[in-house]
């Protein structure tokens, strides 16, 4: 019941300032208790956590990643954001929005189906 889709450019230049967005259908990003994440996958990588908003607007993220990342929401469209500042090649990645719950465990339920981003000239 509950879908993700990520949106936003697949093409951003170095030193620029990445932009996606994810779309939520089937339940409220504001619903107790779950929280909603930024993943990636670069080439050849495994997937890196990059941060989460939760269900009541709290951001958190990667530390290596924290002066440059910004995660944000708009209940209304029932959306949630990523900016990712200043960014190089080593950026680029398949992007993914995931929902995230647990308290004692963690469990990633539903996911985006992706999308690639490249960081190029």
């Known amino acids: 019941q509950v879908q993700l889709q990520e949106s936003g450019p697949g093409l951003v230049k170095p030193s620029e300032t990445l932009s996606l967005t994810c779309t939520v259908s089937g339940g409220p990003i504001n619903g107790v208790y779950y929280s909603w994440a930024w993943i990636r996958r670069p080439p050849g990588k495994g997937l890196e956590w990059l941060g989460h908003i939760t269900w009541d607007g709290h951001s958190r993220y990667d530390p290596s990643l924290r002066s440059r990342a910004t995660i944000s929401r708009d209940t209304g469209n029932n959306q949630y954001t990523l900016q990712l500042s200043s960014v190089t090649p080593e950026d680029t990645a398949v992007y993914y929005c995931?929902?995230?719950?647990?308290?004692?465990?963690?469990?990633?339920?539903?996911w985006g189906q992706g999308t690639q981003v490249t960081v190029s000239s």
């Open positions: 995931a929902r995230r719950y647990g308290h004692d465990g963690v469990l990633y339920d539903y």
